[in-house]
C-alpha cells in the first residue's frame, strides 16, 4: 500500500519568508498526491492535487507542489507566507476505490506556525 | 457552497457508554468516509460508504464501533462502549467521482 511521509512536525517562519513542506512517498507505480490544510478550528481543505501531466501544480491561496518522480516527492511551497497560513499541512495519497472515488492515506502532519 | 455537516461538533462521556455521530455528505455525493484523527497525526480511515453499501470497513474496531447509512445518504457512526482510547476527532467526508473528498468539521470526542 501507498504511503507518505512529512518529515518536519512544526515550522516555524515569519512573515515574508519562503515555504517549502516535504513530503516523501513510498511508491514507485502510478501516483497521485494531494495535499490539504487545517486552519485552527476549521475542517479539512484541499490545497491542491496531483494526478498527471505538468509535475508542478498551482493550489489555492498562492500555494504550488512539485513534484519530483525521481526524488519520490511532493513538497510544498509558496514564496511568502503570511500569519494566515498558520495551519497544519497535510500530505495525502489517494487510493481508488471504485465509482470514481479514493482513500486516501494521510502523512503526521506538519504544524507551520507564522510569527507577524 | 455546500459543506459536509457533523453533529455534534463536541462530546464528552465517560468509558462504557454508548456515543453516536452523524453526518450530512453533500448533496448527490455518493461516497461517503469516517476518518478517524488521533492528536497529532493525519486522519485514518475507519469505514467507506458508496450509497448504502459499505465498500470498506476492514480499519473498524467492529467489537465496538458501528456504522450505517441506511437510505444511502446521511450517515451515523457509534461506539459502544466507549473506551479512553478512543477519544480523538472524527472527520466525515464525501466525494463524487473527480470531486473530493470534501471533509466535515469533525466531532471531538473526550472519554473519561
Known amino acids: 500500500a501507498q504511503s507518505v511521509s512529512q518529515h518536519n512536525h512544526h515550522v516555524i517562519l515569519s512573515e515574508a519568508a519562503s515555504l517549502e513542506l516535504g513530503c516523501n512517498y513510498s511508491y514507485g507505480g502510478t501516483v497521485n498526491l494531494f495535499w490539504y490544510v487545517q486552519y485552527p478550528g476549521q475542517h479539512l481543505q484541499l490545497l491542491l492535487k496531483?494526478?498527471?501531466?505538468?509535475?508542478l501544480v498551482k493550489g489555492i491561496k498562492g500555494f504550488e507542489a512539485e513534484f519530483i518522480k525521481s526524488k519520490f516527492s511532493f513538497n510544498l511551497r509558496k514564496p511568502s507566507v503570511q500569519w494566515s497560513d498558520t495551519a497544519e499541512y497535510f500530505c495525502a495519497v489517494p487510493a481508488y476505490s471504485g465509482a470514481g472515488s479514493y482513500q486516501l492515506t494521510f502523512g503526521k502532519g506538519t504544524k507551520l506556525s507564522v510569527i507577524p | 457552497e455546500a459543506e459536509v455537516a457533523q453533529s455534534p461538533r463536541y462530546k464528552i462521556t465517560e468509558k462504557s457508554q454508548a456515543v453516536a455521530f452523524w453526518c450530512d455528505p453533500i448533496?448527490?455525493?455518493?461516497?461517503l468516509y469516517w476518518y478517524r484523527q488521533i492528536l497529532g497525526q493525519g486522519p485514518e480511515l475507519l469505514v467507506q460508504?458508496?450509497?448504502?453499501?459499505?465498500?470498506?470497513d476492514s480499519q473498524l474496531p467492529k467489537d465496538r464501533f458501528s456504522a450505517e447509512r441506511l437510505k444511502g445518504v446521511d450517515s451515523t457512526l457509534k461506539i459502544q462502549p466507549a473506551e479512553l482510547g478512543d477519544s480523538a476527532m472524527y472527520l466525515c467526508a464525501s466525494s463524487s467521482p473527480g470531486q473530493g473528498p470534501y471533509f466535515g468539521p469533525g466531532t471531538r470526542l473526550t472519554v473519561l
Open positions: 496531483y494526478f498527471s501531466g505538468d509535475p
Open positions: 448533496s448527490g455525493h455518493a461516497t
Open positions: 460508504f458508496q450509497d448504502e453499501s459499505v465498500v470498506d
